[in-house]
């Protein structure tokens, strides 16, 4: 199989572009609050994952994250973030009602990998959400996603891991999807 | 005539009429107030037991975390002698931290700024230029970290106060704060995890702890969680409700079985038939005669649900939230995790499916908690509306405190606010005692009969 660095740079340019469009219009789904149609982007098997970040000292920065399996903000797999999903339509989801105005920017695209139809590619992200008169947050953070090249065009998302860069979450909660 | 002169509007409120227990009117500037606020760090936060973390948070000498008593920063820390310690983080010398990391190992806590440096104890082992700028005219024995006064645990739940005056941490804790956490212990050891859920919420703090007591909120608050079935709605609603309260504001308030439950559970058990019910994976292992011994006869039948006061929920799905002020209008919370040390694989992994998703910043059930406590908080602002009281009545004057023979009063009933009631009063007595001599001395005894 080849991987990224193997590939000229014509197939490397049209592949971020293909990824770059991928990514962009899952954004936008989420932006627009078209989150049944987000849920049609996601594989069967997505592992969707936020850890928990700690200050630590310089010299136990192995520390900082927890590790997989372990205690996250988000530990998700389909059927959770379908749940989280649907409560947004059911009534009661107090949070999301009246509805956040979020918006995503997705940068610093940078594919890591590919094999065969998995392409692994980090970027980084600024969520800003703004709720009712005057409330507003703004989650920074990276992004490890794997995409599953799918038959008839087109990616499927089949990783998420999130890195924010906050330890103590300074929102009252995170009723958003990065 | 009015009169021109604008000294101030501020008049000095009244703890005393704060909260009136005969109609369960209370006062909401509590919830804004920003000289109630510094007088609840100095008189509760400074003269509670606190609690600070659970032993096995701190496996090895040098072994610390990061934790607060009020806004004040403290260490706690594993010594050499295994003896767990609670240092006040400011340097004696300008004040400076000596900790910035939230947990991890060390062998001492050096100053960034001078470089004083500080055993594990607190003691001050190190001064740069002690004989030659200090002319050895410095009595290090004098200026080591501020320790707390006491440190004690109770199950491994590890606790400190900054007042030498405070009682003994059992005393303190009484039947029901040490019932509260005995719960956490009826499937055996337990050990905390590694990673704590913390974020921070609009609200005061006394909004949040008024929370865990409602029972009430749940169907309208987190009505999304359940429609979509991640929760069980009948188990979440139950009619039947224990309350359970303790000296110095401690409580236990949720549901609870019945004897006849219990009696009907344990004839199943005998049948072979006694899976779990309810929502309480622990409701098996109360059938054991430890367990049933250590919970009492009416704790058995509790599931718990206790504020150890001022601020230690203990949860329902092993986990426990510290509500740490930040202001009269933030609070942070921590969400600890345990398990008991015997689990099985599979068990270890729902357990943990269950934490990470319903409580937390991100938790499908917490999420709409912090909107509602926030803006409940907002209501204790505006000029007009904090002059208006708040209704905390439900229940009142309906109940009876039931005697057992063992100790173990309580209410048993459908929801209320029992619970609630009895934080703002034991609230209002932390908050005008002159010391802990006058608290201990004066402090209401938990109600009996009618309330």
């Known amino acids: 199989m080849s991987s990224y660095q193997q590939l000229s740079t014509q197939e490397r340019m049209l592949l971020k572009f293909e990824v770059e469009e991928f990514l962009f219009y899952e954004a936008e789904l989420l932006d627009s609050r078209r989150f049944d149609e987000w849920l049609n982007l996601l594989a069967d098997d997505i592992h969707y994952w936020m850890p928990i970040r700690r200050t630590t000292q310089a010299k136990e920065i192995e520390l900082e994250f927890t590790k997989p399996g372990g205690m996250a903000f988000f530990d998700d797999d389909r059927n959770t973030l379908t749940m989280r999903v649907e409560r947004l339509s059911v009534g009661r989801a107090w949070a999301e009602d009246p509805p956040s105005r979020t918006r995503r920017l997705i940068t610093n695209l940078k594919i890591i990998n590919v094999e065969g139809d998995k392409i692994t590619v980090h970027n980084n992200f600024e969520l800003y959400r703004t709720r009712l008169n005057s409330e507003e947050d703004t989650w920074i953070g990276r992004r490890e996603d794997v995409l599953r090249r799918i038959e008839g065009g087109g990616f499927l998302l089949a990783q998420r891991h999130i890195f924010l860069e906050q330890t103590v979450i300074l929102s009252q909660n995170m009723s958003s999807l990065f | 005539m009015v009169d021109s002169m604008i000294a101030t509007d501020k008049t000095p409120i009244d703890i005393d009429s704060c909260f009136d227990m ?21 008189q509760i936060f400074g003269r509670a037991w606190n609690f600070m973390c659970h032993e096995s948070q701190l496996s090895k000498p040098g072994s610390f975390l990061m934790n607060y008593i009020g806004e004040d920063e403290v260490i706690v820390v594993r010594d050499r ?20 990391a939230e947990l991890g190992t060390t062998k001492s806590f050096f100053c960034s700024y001078h470089g004083w440096n ?5 003691r001050l082992i190190a001064i740069p230029g002690e004989d030659k700028f200090y002319r050895n005219k410095i009595d290090k024995t004098e200026w080591g970290l501020t320790t707390a006064a006491k440190v004690e645990s109770y199950r491994g739940f590890v606790f400190a106060t900054l007042d030498s005056d405070a009682p003994p941490l059992n005393e303190y804790l009484g039947w029901v704060g040490k019932l509260g956490i005995d719960f956490t212990q009826v499937d055996g050891d337990i050990e905390f995890l590694d990673g704590i859920h913390k974020n921070r919420v609009q609200c005061n703090w006394k909004i949040a702890v008024d929370n865990l007591y409602d029972w009430y909120h749940v169907n309208v608050s987190h009505g999304s969680a359940m429609k979509v079935g991640f929760l069980n709605e009948a188990a979440m609603a139950p009619m039947h409700q224990m309350v359970m309260l303790g000296e110095y504001g401690h409580g236990i308030g949720g549901p609870g079985i019945t004897e006849a439950q219990q009696a009907e559970f344990d004839a199943r058990l005998v049948t072979g038939n006694g899976e779990r019910q309810w929502y309480d994976p ?4 109360r059938t054991k005669a430890e367990v049933r011994e250590q919970l009492g006869p009416v704790g058995t039948r509790s599931f718990g649900h206790p504020n150890i006061f001022p601020n230690l929920w203990v949860g329902l799905t092993r986990q426990i939230c510290l509500r740490i002020p930040r202001g ?5 919370l921590w969400w600890f995790s345990y398990q008991p040390k015997a689990l099985s694989e599979e068990a270890r992994k729902s357990s943990i499916f269950t934490q990470n998703h319903l409580l937390g910043p991100a938790g499908i059930l917490e999420q709409d908690d912090g909107e509602n406590w926030s803006h409940s908080t907002r209501g204790a602002i505006g000029t007009h509306s904090k002059s208006l009281p708040l209704n905390i009545s439900m229940g009142l004057r309906q109940d ?20 609630q009631r009895w934080t703002y009063k034991s609230w209002q007595e932390w908050m005008t005692a002159a010391n802990w001599h006058d608290l201990i001395a004066n402090h209401s005894t938990p109600p009996t009969g009618e309330v």
Request: aromatic share 4%; proline share 4%; hydrophobic share 25%.
């Open chain 2, 282 to 285: 622990s409701a098996r292992h």
């Open chain 2, 400 to 419: 009876r405190v039931m005697n057992d023979p063992s100790g173990q009063s309580r209410i048993e009933t459908v929801v209320n606010e029992h619970g």
């Open chain 2, 81 to 100: 002698k295994r003896q767990i310690n609670v240092l006040l983080n400011t340097c004696p010398h300008r004040g400076n931290t000596v900790c910035r």
């Open chain 2, 328 to 332: 009269p209008l933030e609070t942070e």
């Open chain 2, 118 to 122: 500080y055993d594990l104890d607190g």
């Open chain 2, 22 to 42: 005969t109609t369960g009117n209370l006062d909401r500037r509590i919830f804004s107030d920003v000289d109630i606020y510094q007088r609840e760090l100095k």
